[in-house]
């Protein structure tokens, strides 16, 4: 059954299946029904791509492409034309590349729509991104952190200084995390300002500002701002360049809880990061309290999973690299139902690895040790590495073994 069926199931049984005759006066109707769908299945984007002699509708749903629908070359102009005109762009313009901006409702949800149009060799293909208006803020103790990473990060929010980053590679959760942990202070007892491109999560009694590099303000600028704005918690949403790196360093060493995320693939890494932008050792060493690399990994539907017996190069993998007794390991396969809309995955969860600054490590950073030290040492202080939270993870069903494996390459 394709995802499609999953949705017409009812109306097959119905017996309401919409003719698929070529009707201009339903275009409008389609498109919509398409949206709803996308947002009943709480997919991030809808693809309209166009191939060969076909219009094809793809879902993203929890980081992974879906296929929805496929409509004949008929249907292709009307779609990406309603398309246009909902998001305010030109529907005789086909040679350029456009975006343009729009909302949808649909049972009590509301989203934003942003959209963006791209001439291709097969004409127009659309691409709409949804951003739920209001979304739901993740409870820290819900995105999937094993327990002594937990305690590990509630007792670093506990200072009053210092830093604590969340790092990885686009769509990994970092803003999610950073979120979850600053919502875990009462605002109105303590001064949160946050620096954002864009603004995601509302958050009552937080000042947020909106970067706009276009008009020549960015996190430097912002951050220099901020400081003078008395504040007790700083959260500055990347730190991109040596300037907004140094700032939020400093701001950390003057009696400041500074948050911030890099675009690094592991936790040591990051400390390589900071230092290619020219930041001082020793400040890094004496700023920084933790560093959070993450990634965000399908959850296999709990629903349908289905328990079996993992090839055993896989028993092996995981004996290596945890340590556990594969004897104890429960691996679960995807398999698909209706409530997964037969995917056979369903919501996605962190994967974390956590480096708690220590005097150890603090000397070693200051000494100029290599990475793959500190990392070594940070896993005698107890760190988990992220594959070894992925191997775990598959191990107790949580995940499959072929997400865990996705994040180890
Ligand atoms: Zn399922």
């Known amino acids: 059954m394709s995802l499609l069926d999953t949705f017409q199931k009812k109306e097959k049984e119905e017996g309401q299946l919409p003719t698929t005759d070529f009707d201009d006066e339903k275009i409008p109707g389609l498109v919509d029904e398409i949206f709803a769908a996308a947002i009943s299945i709480r997919a991030s984007d809808v693809h309209f791509k166009p191939v060969d002699e076909k219009l094809k509708v793809y879902f993203r749903v929890d980081g992974a492409l879906q296929t929805f629908q496929e409509f004949e070359k008929i249907y292709h102009h009307p779609i990406i034309a309603r398309i246009k005109i909902i998001s305010g762009l030109k529907i005789d313009e086909r040679r350029l590349p456009q975006d343009g901006k729009s909302s949808f409702a649909t049972e009590g949800k509301e989203v934003d729509l942003r959209v963006s149009v791209l001439p291709t060799s097969f004409g127009e293909k659309a691409v709409i ?36 980053m969340a790092v990885g590679p686009t769509g990994s959760g970092k803003s999610t995390s950073l979120f979850s942990m600053i919502s875990t202070f009462d605002a109105t007892k303590v001064n949160i300002s946050t620096l954002e491109d864009p603004i995601e999560y509302k958050i009552p009694n937080v000042t947020q500002t909106q970067i706009n590099t276009d008009i020549g303000f960015d996190f430097s600028d912002g951050l220099r701002t901020l400081v003078r704005q008395d504040p007790d918690i700083i959260m500055v949403g990347e730190i991109r360049d040596k300037k907004t790196a140094s700032l939020a360093i400093e701001s950390a060493l003057t009696g400041h809880l500074v948050f911030s995320t890099l675009h690094t693939n592991t936790a040591v890494g990051s400390i390589q990061r900071l230092l290619n932008m020219e930041i001082d050792r020793f400040l890094i060493s004496t700023a920084i309290k933790l560093i959070i690399s993450q990634r965000l990994v399908r959850k296999v539907c709990s629903y349908c999973r289905e328990p079996y017996a993992v090839p055993s190069k896989y028993h092996e993998l995981l004996q290596r690299e945890t340590g556990m007794d594969p004897a104890k390991a429960f691996f679960y396969r995807a398999k698909g139902c209706e409530r997964c809309h037969n995917i056979g995955y369903h919501g996605r969860i962190g994967l974390f690895e956590v480096l708690e600054m220590s005097p150890v490590i603090e000397e070693m950073i200051v000494k100029g040790v290599t990475n793959q030290e500190i990392e070594a040492q940070a896993a005698k202080e107890g760190m988990i590495l992220l594959k070894k939270d992925a191997l775990y993870k598959a191990a107790t069903g949580d995940i499959t073994i072929e997400e865990a494996i996705k994040v180890m390459t």
Not at 132 to 147: S, T, V
């Open 129 to 164: 991104r949804i951003l739920e208006k209001n979304p739901e803020m993740i409870n820290l103790r819900d995105l999937g952190m094993l327990p002594n990473i937990l305690l590990r990060i509630e007792k670093h929010l506990k200072a009053t200084y210092g830093m604590i």
